[in-house]
């Protein structure tokens, strides 16, 4: 079998270390435009304290990648100057470049060698391919070259945010809300490494026009985000790297291949930050083709079918769930209103999944809380 992959970020590097695991004999082509040491952004967060989605189907991996992995079990929130834990929420986190590096090493165990530093435009590249792995991200080239085969459907967010690093290891994923002159402001800001963090802020519309940030140099909003949490950073500085204002884009596609050529990962779909799951998914959508290939015994037109009908429904329900999480954010302006144990409840049931009884028997800590201010956790939110 012959694969050609476009994209060496978590789902491309992924997808050649299953697939030459599964199917030795086979020949595999990958591409990435940027070097083979470098990314965008800082840290992951996976919404589990440990890898155990990838543990079950492949340990060696898992193994190689907990070590490096920060991780805690509660959230913070921090709202008018007061911190509520919300406990019981296992995360963990890994740097993006770190986690890329480790699956390069494992590829090579395998002997895959992805070409780095070459943009492909032309996809006839992979003409000879029994298989196309379009690992290519948001922007996907391949997905562009069949908007229609694929079915796709895009919309953005409204509200704007910024990706940052830091030199100051926070113990926990927290989220700090501020109000200002501009209007409400938000950081989710988490350790990746025992010495970084990710520090993403996002503001509401109308806070990112009265601040002017769209007429900005990075620098001027920077030095402005820094002012905002400055009693968060306790010192610390901003640290850039692409750290452009955007609106999240919310994607989907009807038909998950079209041909030989078939969507993985952030080429596929999106899910908001706030449920920390893009590259999870990313990751678990290769371990889905794999197995439906396997399944099918390596026949390429048997297995895709196979591949959208057993992980659809499963991406669905999780793509959903992380676009109410976004709507709440969308509002968040609004929700920062409540006091804030009322609004770490907004928080907790802003996907109207959890029933009082199981915020009680995953967040005792922070239901006894909630009793404690006379907050009824069984009335909506
Ligand atoms: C602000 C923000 C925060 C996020 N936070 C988290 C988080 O906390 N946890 C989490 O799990 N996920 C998070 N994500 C999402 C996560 O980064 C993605 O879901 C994940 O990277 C998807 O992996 P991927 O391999 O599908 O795509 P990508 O990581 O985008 O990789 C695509 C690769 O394809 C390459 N490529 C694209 N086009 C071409 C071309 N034509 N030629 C050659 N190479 C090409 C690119 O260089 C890139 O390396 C976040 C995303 C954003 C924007």
Redesign the pocket.
């Known amino acids: 079998m012959k694969v050609g992959i ?7 590097l992924y997808a050649s270390i299953l697939i030459k695991r599964d199917f030795p004999t086979a020949e595999i082509k990958i ?4 070097p083979a040491n470098a ?1 965008w ?1 800082f ?4 919404s589990e304290a440990a890898l155990a989605f990838l543990r079950k189907d492949d340990p060696e991996t898992a193994d190689l990648i907990e070590p490096h992995m920060e991780t805690w079990s509660d959230i913070r929130l921090t709202h008018k100057g007061e911190t509520v834990a919300i406990d019981g929420i296992g995360f963990s ?1 890994i740097g ?1 470049l770190q986690l890329l590096l480790l699956l390069q090493q494992r590829a090579a165990q395998f002997g895959v060698q992805p070409v780095y530093d ?4 032309d996809l006839s590249v992979f003409d000879d391919c029994d298989l196309v792995v379009a ?7 391949i997905r562009a070259s069949a908007r229609q085969g694929f079915g796709e459907a895009m919309y953005h967010l409204h509200n704007r ?1 910024c ?1 940052y690093g830091t030199d100051k290891p926070f113990e926990a994923l927290t989220q700090t809300f501020e109000e200002t002159d501009f209007g409400c402001f938000n950081a989710h800001h988490y350790r990746f490494a025992p010495d970084r963090s ?1 520090f ?1 802020v996002e503001c509401d519309e109308a806070a990112f026009k009265k601040a002017g940030f769209a007429d900005m140099a990075e620098p001027e909003y920077r030095k402005i985000c820094e002012e905002i949490f400055a009693d968060t950073l306790g010192g610390a500085k901003l640290i850039c790297n692409n750290s452009i204002w ?1 609106q ?1 884009p919310v994607l989907t596609n009807r038909h998950w291949y079209h041909g030989n050529r078939v969507l ?4 596929l779909h ?2 908001h ?1 706030s449920i ?7 990751m678990e959508d290769v371990v889905a083709l794999v197995r439906a290939l396997k399944d099918c015994d390596g026949d390429v037109a048997a297995a895709l079918p196979l591949y959208q009908s057993q992980r659809k429904p499963i991406v669905d329900k999780l793509c959903t769930a992380a676009t109410t999480s976004a709507n709440w954010y969308e509002d968040f302006a609004q929700h920062m209103e409540l006091d804030p144990w009322r609004f770490a409840k907004s928080y907790i049931r802003r996907s109207n999944r959890l029933s009082g009884d199981q915020i009680r028997g995953m967040s005792p800590e922070f239901a006894m809380g909630l009793e404690a201010h006379g907050i009824d956790i069984e009335e909506a939110a």
Do not use: H, M
């Open positions: 476009l994209g060496a970020g978590p789902a491309g591409f990435d435009q940027s990314t952004g840290g992951v967060v996976f986190a993006r070459t943009l492909i435009e690992a290519d991200g948001l922007n996907s080239a945010f990706w990710t993403l955007r999240f993985v990962g952030d080429a999106t899910a930050y920390g799951s893009g590259t999870r998914l990313a």
